[in-house]
C-alpha cells in the first residue's frame, strides 16, 4: 500500500470518529436537563461612623495640623521658579509668564 493512499484512510478513520463522537457529546448535551443559576445578592449594612457638623471637621482638621497652618503660606516658596540640571524643562529659557500672556492664550480659539 502507498503512503499517501494509507494516509488518506486513516483521515477518513480520524474524521469518521471524531464526528461519531460529536454526536454523542451533542445528544448528551441536549437530553441533561439545563440547571438554571440563581444569583441573589443581599445588600451589606452600611456602617455610618459618628457624623460631624462643619465646626467639628473644621476643627478636627486644625487640631491635626497644629501650629503647622500658620507656617505654610505662599511667601514661603522661593521666587521664582528656576529648574536647572537633567530634569525635563531644565533647559528652557528663564523667564516669568503673567496672567494676561495666559489668558491671551486662552482668547484665541
Request: aromatic share 2%; net charge neutral.
Amino acid at each position: 500500500m502507498k503512503q499517501n493512499a494509507l494516509k488518506t484512510l486513516i483521515k477518513q478513520a480520524v474524521k469518521e470518529a471524531i464526528q461519531e463522537e460529536l454526536k454523542d457529546i451533542l445528544l448528551e448535551a441536549i437530553k441533561t436537563p439545563k440547571q438554571t443559576v440563581v444569583e441573589s445578592i443581599q445588600p451589606q449594612a452600611i456602617i455610618d461612623g459618628p457624623s460631624m457638623s462643619s465646626k467639628e471637621r473644621r476643627a478636627a482638621y486644625q487640631n491635626i495640623l497644629g501650629d503647622m497652618h500658620s507656617q505654610l503660606t505662599s511667601q514661603n516658596v522661593s521666587q521664582p521658579f528656576n529648574p536647572q540640571g537633567a530634569i525635563p524643562g531644565g533647559d528652557l529659557p528663564s523667564g516669568e509668564v503673567n496672567i494676561s500672556q495666559i489668558m491671551n492664550l486662552m482668547d484665541k480659539k
